[in-house]
Nanobody
Framework: QVQVEESGGGLAQAGGSLSLSCGAS????????MGWFRQAPGLERVFVAA????????YYSDSVKGRFTISRGNAKNTVFLHMNRLTPEDTAVYFC?????????????????WGQGTQVTVSS
């Protein structure tokens, strides 16, 4: 079993920045990817960004490409999301995702383990 814990998030103004952190503990499949999904009220959980085990490959949704940066910690079991130029459309609960194929198209059903979610609210 894998435990996933997020931190960060909160409230920002449009154009501002926020950062999220996530750590995973326990046993997962070998060389697992980590990343982030988000879910706005009334909508499904959607892919935001992912990073491969080595950190050498990064994937982003079109809506955040160029504004968000994902990175993996040296310990490999941590992942960070730096969010810049935030807009009100980025408002959602952000979920850390662990153990899924590292590729450009990832859906929620691909993910092995989830964090509890952290709220990001962007005011206009």
């Amino acid at each position: 079993q894998v435990q996933v814990e997020e931190s960060g998030g909160g409230l920002a103004q449009a154009g501002g920045s926020l950062s999220l952190s996530c750590g995973a503990s326990g046993r997962a499949s070998k060389d697992y990817a980590m990343g982030w999904f988000r879910q706005a009220p009334g909508l499904e959980r959607v892919f935001v960004a992912a990073v491969s085990w080595s950190g050498g490959a990064e994937y982003y949704s079109d809506s955040v490409k160029g504004r968000f940066t994902i990175s993996r910690g040296n310990a490999k079991n941590t992942v960070f999301l730096h969010m810049n130029r935030l807009t009100p459309e980025d408002t959602a609960v952000y979920f850390c995702a662990v153990d899924f194929p590292a590729r450009s198209v990832v859906v929620a059903s691909d993910v092995g383990y989830w964090g509890q979610g952290t709220q990001v609210t962007v005011s206009s």
